[in-house]
């Protein structure tokens, strides 16, 4: 393992993707939501201690409740063959120091019964995309290796990026990195998939078009934004096919490199001019 020394939040920096750090710092409010049929309901002596969860979870994940949850949907479906999910990602508060971003899925079995849901506050990169991309990236976690999974989403956008990507044998590092946003958690679900030999399949789901499942993990995720629970925070990615990845304080950069770079420098020499001599008669002025 690496190591990496301290820096300030206002720098970035390159760290090896695996150092076993903690991403604990977070840009948003937090909050989740596990409704019934879940496993919201479980007696305290159901949750399972650090040591019985699966390493590789422990390994990528901070462990809390939201963790242990999860966990306990991955070993309830680890003998399955085939697996269907519905997918859904919901921001609100866009910009705004109230931003909560939730992503949620649900697991419908062939007797189209609502076995599972989990729903989770996520941190950093606010985008309704991210919010969906995490969504399907959570579903594969807990499914076992070499199953078959449906997933069912009404994000065309994260159908197209996925299958874009996963079927372009010549999509290199250059490529990822030259992506707009979420790259990161495109690699992670890439990598995931050819990791556990995954058939995956999608369905494009019409939204509010009285599809039942659909409409009910919409719902979910309405009101998990008003729901103060724990975060599932990533600790450690998934893929290695990239050594170093860039951060910004402790926060992994999920954004074109040099566009954020711009946008940085562009803040902070914005916050050098307000604070000039000058200037300072206008910076208590409200927008």
Same mark, same amino acid.
């Given at each position: 393992?690496?190591? %990496?020394?301290?820096?300030?939040?206002? &720098?970035?920096?390159?760290?090896?993707?695996?150092?076993?750090?903690?991403?604990? !710092?977070?840009?948003?409010?937090?909050? /989740?939501?596990?409704? /019934?049929?879940?496993?919201?309901?479980?007696?305290?002596?159901?949750?399972?201690?650090?040591?019985?969860?699966?390493?590789?979870?422990?390994?990528?994940?901070?462990?809390? +409740?939201?963790?242990?949850?999860?966990?306990?949907?991955?070993?309830?479906?680890?003998?399955?063959?085939?697996? /269907?999910?519905?997918?859904?990602?919901?921001?609100?508060?866009?910009?705004?120091?109230?931003?909560?971003?939730?992503?949620?899925?649900?697991?419908?079995?062939?007797?189209?019964?609502?076995?599972? /849901?989990?729903?989770?506050?996520?941190?950093?990169?606010?985008?309704?995309? *991210?919010?969906?991309?995490?969504?399907?990236?959570?579903?594969? #976690?807990? @499914?076992?290796?070499? %199953?078959?999974?449906?997933?069912?989403?009404?994000? !065309?956008?994260?159908?197209?990026?996925?299958?874009?990507?996963?079927?372009?044998?010549?999509?290199? #590092?250059?490529?990822?990195?030259?992506?707009?946003?979420?790259?990161?958690?495109?690699?992670?679900?890439?990598?995931?998939? &050819?990791?556990?030999?995954?058939?995956? *399949?999608?369905? &494009?789901?019409?939204?509010?078009?009285?599809?039942?499942?659909?409409? *009910?993990?919409?719902?979910? %995720?309405? #009101?998990?934004? $008003?729901? +103060?629970?724990?975060?599932?925070?990533?600790?450690? !990615?998934?893929?290695?096919?990239?050594?170093?990845? @860039?951060?910004?304080? +402790?926060?992994?950069?999920? *954004?074109?490199?040099?566009?954020?770079?711009?946008?940085? @420098?562009?803040?902070?020499? $914005?916050?050098?001019?307000?604070?000039?001599?000058?200037?300072?008669?206008?910076?208590?002025?409200?927008?």
């Amino acid at each position: 393992m690496g190591q %990496c020394t301290t820096v300030t939040r206002d &720098k970035y920096h390159l760290i090896p993707v695996d150092l076993n750090l903690h991403l604990h !710092q977070v840009i948003n409010s937090t909050s /989740s939501i596990i409704n /019934s049929p879940t496993i919201r309901n479980t007696s305290p002596n159901t949750i399972h201690q650090s040591h019985n969860i699966d390493k590789q979870l422990l390994q990528h994940f901070e462990l809390n +409740s939201k963790l242990e949850a999860l966990h306990i949907i991955q070993q309830h479906l680890k003998d399955e063959n085939t697996l /269907s999910f519905y997918t859904d990602g919901s921001l609100i508060n866009a910009n705004t120091q109230a931003t909560s971003m939730i992503t949620s899925f649900i697991r419908v079995s062939d007797t189209n019964i609502i076995t599972y /849901s989990f729903t989770t506050t996520i941190e950093n990169w606010p985008l309704s995309l *991210r919010a969906e991309l995490f969504a399907i990236f959570l579903s594969l #976690i807990v @499914s076992p290796y070499g %199953c078959r999974v449906d997933i069912n989403t009404d994000s !065309q956008n994260s159908i197209n990026i996925i299958q874009r990507i996963y079927n372009n044998p010549t999509f290199s #590092i250059r490529d990822y990195f030259r992506l707009l946003n979420n790259n990161i958690i495109i690699n992670n679900i890439v990598s995931i998939i &050819k990791t556990k030999n995954l058939t995956l *399949r999608f369905n &494009k789901v019409k939204a509010h078009n009285n599809d039942y499942f659909n409409e *009910r993990i919409d719902q979910e %995720c309405r #009101i998990a934004h $008003y729901d +103060s629970t724990l975060a599932l925070v990533i600790k450690q !990615q998934y893929f290695d096919n990239i050594q170093f990845i @860039s951060q910004w304080g +402790s926060i992994p950069i999920e *954004r074109k490199l040099r566009k954020f770079i711009t946008d940085n @420098s562009n803040i902070k020499n $914005y916050f050098s001019f307000l604070h000039l001599p000058q200037n300072y008669k206008y910076k208590d002025v409200d927008d």
